[in-house]
């Protein structure tokens, strides 16, 4: 057996690392198309209390760079707040967004539901977030749900 063949019980020991290798690789190359301008433009050092509602749709104005089920959002005073799930933290900060960057937000029926779709957008670029119809109480509570600019 020649000494440069390698086994499927050597693959087994190699995969984990190669797996985990793109993971990170994947995660660097999905926060530069748009996360990571909008983490550097509106850092955001803590969490801040309230709400967190799950996206289940979250796109930064190029179709490669969209997150499914992964994307968190809070609102406060200040604005927007986005943070990934635990899985997905590498290379993606949590930012706050002002609301003076909020451009639309809108209710929209889908077949047989309906949610809120708020679009985002400023020097740093576009977010187009899914969030489900429970984020109403605080749409209201920050008088933004019939808000559309320009």
Same mark, same amino acid.
């Given at each position: 057996m020649s000494p440069s063949r390698i086994n499927g019980h050597e693959l087994w020991l190699i995969f984990p690392f190669f797996f985990v290798g793109m993971w990170v690789f994947v995660s660097f190359v999905i926060?530069?198309? %748009?996360?990571? /301008?909008? /983490?550097?433009?509106?850092?955001?050092?803590?969490?801040?209390? %309230?709400? /967190?509602?799950?996206?289940?749709s979250t796109w930064f104005g190029f179709f490669l /760079?969209?997150?499914g089920n992964v994307v968190r959002v809070i609102f406060t005073e200040a604005g927007v707040y986005f943070y990934p799930l635990f899985l997905f933290r590498a290379f993606h900060r949590p930012f706050l967004v002002p609301w003076e960057s909020v451009r639309r937000v809108e209710r929209q029926k889908v077949l047989f539901s309906s949610r809120y779709r708020v679009d985002i957008e400023d020097e740093a670029g576009e977010i187009h977030v899914i969030l489900p119809l429970r984020v109403e109480q605080d749409l209201l509570k920050y008088k933004i749900t019939k808000r559309t600019k320009g």
């Open positions: 926060s530069r198309m %748009g996360w990571n /301008a909008f /983490a550097t433009r509106y850092p955001a050092e803590t969490r801040p209390t %309230g709400t /967190a509602y799950n996206s289940p /760079a969209r997150y």
